[in-house]
């Protein structure tokens, strides 16, 4: 039940960071803030490098 609960914790977070992105790529086009791009784009890998490896254990 635990279990079922955290992956869908985890997809809901994932879709909510791709969205979240994708938000933020359309509005860097207008800023030309490419540093803050640079800086999610580590963020949402660096998020799903961490989920990858919790599934794993």
Do not use: P, Q
């Not at 207008?30 to 999610?40: F, G, P, Q, V, W």
């Amino acid at each position: 039940m635990l279990k079922k609960e955290l992956k869908n914790f985890i997809v809901s977070t994932f879709i909510f960071l791709l969205i979240f992105k994708i938000f933020f790529s359309i509005t860097t086009i207008y800023i030309t803030n490419s540093y803050l791009s640079i800086a999610i784009t580590t963020l949402v890998t660096f998020l799903l490098k961490k989920i990858i490896s919790f599934e794993s254990n």
